[in-house]
């Protein structure tokens, strides 16, 4: 049973920081692309940060460029997700995301509430 299990989220003031973590289990983690999303209230959930499964190239939205950074720990088969300099606007539900080529699948964890707020 493939699962995604984020963790976290919370409340966090402006400027501040926040990495979040995703655990996987039941597919061969080092071989899928691991992404994070967010969707925010009335917004289509966007492409925040994505990872190649050895870690070798990693891609951002424009929006986060420069003060996201997204890793991964194939020996504990979890994908991190740092985010610093935060503003209001990154507030949002985020998601992880696993594209695992050889199963052709494509799997969401539940997802962690990010607020940034004063």
């Known amino acids: 049973q493939v699962q995604l299990v984020e963790s976290g989220g919370g409340l966090v003031q402006p400027g501040g920081s926040l990495r979040l973590s995703c655990a996987a289990s039941g597919f061969t983690f080092g071989r899928a692309t691991m992404r994070w999303h967010r969707q925010a209230p009335g917004k289509e959930r966007e492409l925040v940060a994505g990872?190649?499964?050895?870690?070798?190239?990693?891609y951002y939205g424009d929006s986060v460029k420069g003060r996201f950074t997204i890793s991964r720990d194939n020996a504990k088969n979890t994908v991190y997700l740092q985010m610093n300099s935060l503003k209001p606007e990154d507030t949002a539900v985020y998601y992880c995301n696993a594209v695992v080529y050889y199963m052709s699948a494509n799997y969401w964890g539940q997802g962690t509430q990010v607020t940034v707020s004063s």
């Open positions: 990872i190649t499964s050895g870690g070798g190239n990693t």
